[in-house]
């Protein structure tokens, strides 16, 4: 396994990964490809995480849209890792190397998530949840 630093660009191989998550009805793939597209510098980390040279999962890391009290943070946004890579700890590889690549200039870090399985991913991360904000997790160094 290997974890893999993007500058702000999709790898040649992505696509696969992206109608996969089409597939099982996640639009952030989609949504991931339009942001880098656009040119914006919108991620400060982008990784994806391979295995034997393929692309199995992919993660970014931004700047929080709306941090609450004005101290900053950072948002863990766009994982995913291929339906078929999956339990065998990609998903907590790619997290805990961008949760390292954020708590090295904040000390907070959110998640916001839809679904109880994308909950408990980041619950077992470490995050724990929160109210009355933009996100619904969080984690503090």
Do not use: K
């Amino acid at each position: 396994m290997q974890v893999v630093r993007l500058e702000n660009r999709l790898p040649e191989d992505f696509e696969p990964l992206r109608a996969a998550a089409a597939a099982e009805g996640w639009r952030h793939m989609d949504r991931l490809a339009a942001e880098v597209a656009a040119g914006a510098p919108v991620f400060r980390a982008l990784f994806a995480v391979r295995e034997g040279g393929a692309l199995l999962g992919i993660g970014g890391l931004t700047d929080e849209p709306l941090p609450d009290d004005g101290a900053p943070a950072l948002r863990l946004r766009r994982l995913y890792v291929h339906p078929d890579a999956r339990r065998r700890g990609l998903g907590r590889t790619l997290a805990t190397a961008l949760a390292q690549e954020g708590l090295d200039s904040v000390r907070r870090l959110t998640v916001h998530t839809e679904d109880e399985r994308a909950h408990a991913f980041w619950r077992a991360q470490g995050f724990e949840p929160v109210a009355d904000r933009a996100w619904n997790l969080e984690f503090r160094g």
